[in-house]
């Protein structure tokens, strides 16, 4: 229930007076009760032979009692970690639209994501307008798209402030989170532990920039074997500008400590930004 509260209020944040469109739209919500659907447990199957899937087998679940909820998303795009990256511009607009994303749903809801690793931010390039529009702190700001735009995914573990009511995940039942070794996102889980002392009550949004910090290394090194497509110059410029992300308290401190490099997002004057 928790997820599907943070994702319809996200949702709503496309169309009200602080704006950020990046957040996957919600279009219906349903419950459902009985067996899994043998069309979706073909699907699941399919998926996880040619894929791999971390998540349990429906066929597990107990097929006469079970509950589902089923949201009715929109479309996406595909995960950054599938996304082939051939552009130092776009790779700068992926990361701004994902910081102001973040800042508006911070100033507005107290919202952290708690698991924004890259298969949990989408590209999408159909119809995708020249400039994405914004509006953070009664300031409206438009990004230049370079003909990318993100969609955010996945409120499973993330945090609001609604209502007078904080909702969220109590992640301090679920160790194995915290175990993972490898990829750079099990550590920040561990650091967003650190950071809260496992009272994942509470608002730290200096969680939304260890994030942001994880982001900048995807976009601009990578992984072995899958490198961003653009040159290596760029990207290691690009990472020794963006080393303050691992001092941001916030992805708002975020937005405002690289005002040097991202050019006016603030104010009026944005159509040149990423030109």
Same mark, same amino acid.
């Given at each position: 229930m928790s997820e599907v509260v943070v994702t319809k209020t996200l949702s709503a944040l496309s169309d009200t007076d602080s704006r950020a469109p990046n957040f996957v739209p919600l279009h219906k919500t349903f419950v459902v009760k009985g067996t899994y659907p043998k069309e979706l447990l073909a699907a699941w199957n399919a998926f996880n032979k040619t894929k791999g899937s971390e998540n349990t087998s429906p066929t597990e679940y107990d097929s006469v009692t079970r509950h589902y909820i089923v949201m009715a998303l929109g479309f996406g795009g595909v995960d950054l970690e599938s996304y082939v990256l051939r552009s130092y511009n776009k790779a700068m607009s992926i990361l701004l639209q994902v910081a102001l994303a973040l800042a508006v749903a911070e100033l507005e809801l107290e919202f952290e994501h708690r698991?924004?690793? #890259?298969?949990?931010?989408?590209?999408?390039?159909?119809?995708? *307008?020249?400039?994405?529009?914004?509006? !953070?702190? +009664?300031?409206? =700001?438009?990004?230049?798209?370079? +003909?990318?735009? !993100?969609?955010?995914?996945?409120?499973?573990?993330?945090?609001?402030?609604?209502?007078?009511? =904080?909702?969220?995940?109590?992640?301090? =039942?679920?160790?194995?989170?915290?175990?993972?070794? +490898?990829? *750079?996102?099990?550590?920040? /889980?561990?650091?967003?532990?650190?950071?809260? +002392?496992?009272? #994942?009550?509470? /608002?730290? *949004?200096?969680?939304?920039?260890? #994030?942001?910090?994880?982001?900048?290394?995807?976009?601009?090194?990578?992984?072995?074997?899958?490198r961003p497509k653009f040159a290596k110059k760029q990207r290691d410029e690009a990472v020794k500008k963006l080393a303050f992300t691992k001092e941001c308290s916030s992805a708002a401190d975020f937005l405002k400590q690289s005002l040097p490099l991202f050019t006016a997002f603030y104010g009026s004057d944005t159509n040149d930004l990423f030109s």
């Open positions: 698991d924004l690793h #890259w298969g949990n931010i989408l590209i999408c390039e159909e119809d995708v *307008p020249e400039f994405i529009e914004y509006v !953070v702190e +009664g300031n409206e =700001v438009r990004v230049r798209s370079h +003909g990318v735009r !993100v969609v955010i995914i996945d409120f499973t573990n993330s945090r609001i402030f609604k209502d007078g009511v =904080v909702v969220y995940m109590d992640l301090s =039942v679920d160790e194995v989170l915290f175990q993972g070794q +490898g990829d *750079p996102q099990f550590q920040v /889980y561990r650091d967003m532990r650190a950071i809260n +002392g496992d009272d #994942w009550s509470l /608002y730290k *949004p200096e969680t939304n920039a260890l #994030w942001l910090d994880y982001l900048v290394d995807k976009l601009f090194n990578g992984i072995e074997g899958k």
